[in-house]
């Protein structure tokens, strides 16, 4: 039983260069995110999807685009790397019980030279 | 615009004593509050939640209290063991506006033996 597995765990990209940040969960949960974690900050939401095919903005969405075309994947594209977007990413999933809370990877820590 | 804040960042405490651990919230339209753990390079992992509509739930050394009147709630652990170090980040819960999570900046709990 995996859980939420992320790839890749660490990863360097030079300003501009684009990358696909991978998540995928094998618990059959609806709802997904994406977060990122930076120093005093806590986790802020990028983007979510409560089932395949529909996804929204959450609080820190620029420069990032997803898509959730099953429920297993949930991919988070960065589209121009900038040094702001330097951070730890982590993918989650639940599915959305009452009090049930998410589930995470164990994270991406991502570095923009 | 802070919905959810932590505001100590770092606590101490010896071994075998008390720790509580303090969020704050602004919102009232949040459902669930949640406590996560984070130990160094993992994933958060789920602690105890506790519904908008209750003032107390336990769950063995740990228990949450929640003063809505206040828009405060509090994690206390007892007896606190050295395996408790970690990052202790709040979170609340839109479950109306797709099961989003929102967190707190984090508070480092350090249990010493």
């Known amino acids: 039983n995996a859980g939420v597995t992320q790839t890749p765990k660490f990863q360097v990209l030079k300003t501009g260069q684009s990358m696909t940040l991978q998540c995928a969960q094998d618990?059959?949960?609806?709802?997904m995110s994406w977060y990122r974690q930076d120093p005093g900050m806590g986790l802020r939401l990028i983007h979510y999807s409560v089932g395949a095919g529909i996804t929204d903005q959450g609080e820190v969405p620029n420069g990032y685009n997803v898509s959730r075309s099953t429920t297993e994947d949930f991919p988070l594209r960065l589209l121009s790397a900038a040094p702001s977007q330097t951070s730890v990413y982590f993918c989650a999933s639940s599915p959305g019980t009452v009090g049930g809370g998410y589930t995470f990877g164990s994270g991406t820590r991502l570095t923009v030279v | 615009d802070q919905q959810v804040k932590q505001n100590s960042p770092s606590l101490s405490v010896q071994e075998g004593r008390i720790s509580i651990l303090n969020c704050d919230y602004t919102?009232?339209?949040?459902?669930?509050f949640l406590w996560y753990k984070k130990y160094p390079a993992e994933g958060p992992t789920f602690l105890i939640s506790?519904?908008?509509?209750?003032d107390k739930n336990e769950d063995g050394r740990f228990t949450v209290f929640l003063n809505k009147s206040a828009k405060h709630l509090s994690l206390h652990i007892v007896p606190s063991q050295p395996g408790d170090s970690a990052v202790y980040f709040c979170a609340a819960r839109y479950m109306e506006y797709g099961n989003k999570l929102v967190f707190g900046a984090g508070t480092i709990l350090r249990v010493k033996s």
């Open positions: 919102n009232s339209m949040f459902d669930y």
């Open positions: 618990m059959n949960h609806e709802y």
């Open positions: 506790i519904s908008s509509i209750k």
